[in-house]
C-alpha cells in the first residue's frame, strides 16, 4: 500500500482525532510515519522527503489552518514535493474550506468525518495520484 505521513502543525496538542486516523490509516494496510506533535512545515516536508511520502497529512486546530495549509504547501513544492497528495484535518468553516480548496489540497476532514469515507478518499487519491504519475514518466510507485 502507501507511505502516509501524518503530523500536527503548530502548537496544537490535540492529537485524538490524527492518531484515530493514523490507526484507520495502519488497519487499512497503509504505512503511516506519525511525526507527532509541535511540528513545522519544514519538518514535516523533510520527512515526507525521507520517508518517499505517497501523501502528507497535517493536523491543525488551534492554528488557522488557511496559514498552516499554504505555508506546508509551499514547503512541500520546494523540497520538490508538489505532487505529493496533501490532505487537511481539522475544524475548518465553510470559509476556510474553500480557500483551503484553492491552495490545492487533495481533500479536507473535519471532526465526525467516518472511518469508511476518510479510507475510500484517501484510496481515491492515491489511485489518481498513481495514475497520473504512470501517466507522465510511466514510473508507477514503488509503494
Known amino acids: 500500500m502507501a507511505r502516509i505521513v501524518l503530523a ?5 496538542a490535540h492529537d485524538l482525532g490524527v492518531t484515530a486516523v493514523a ?10 510515519v506519525y511525526a507527532g506533535l509541535y511540528n513545522t512545515p519544514e ?9 518517499d511520502a ?5 493536523s491543525c486546530l488551534s492554528s488557522d489552518p488557511v ?4 505555508r506546508m504547501r509551499q514547503t512541500l513544492e520546494g523540497v520538490g514535493l508538489g505532487r505529493v497528495p496533501l490532505v487537511v484535518g481539522g475544524v475548518v468553516t465553510p470559509d476556510m474550506k474553500v480557500e483551503i480548496s484553492r491552495l490545492g ?3 479536507i476532514f473535519g471532526p465526525g468525518t467516518r472511518r469508511e ?4 478518499s484517501i484510496a481515491g487519491l492515491l489511485a489518481a495520484t498513481t495514475h497520473a504519475q504512470v501517466a507522465a514518466d510511466g514510473t508507477p510507485s514503488p509503494h
Open 8 to 12: 500536527k502543525l503548530g502548537s496544537d
Open 23 to 32: 490507526r484507520w490509516l495502519r488497519e487499512g494496510g497503509h504505512e503511516v
Open 43 to 51: 519538518r514535516v516536508a523533510q520527512i515526507a522527503l525521507q520517508e
Open 54 to 58: 505517497d501523501l502528507v497529512g497535517v
Open 67 to 70: 496559514y498552516a495549509t499554504r
Open 105 to 107: 489540497v487533495a481533500a
Open 117 to 120: 469515507r476518510l479510507l475510500e
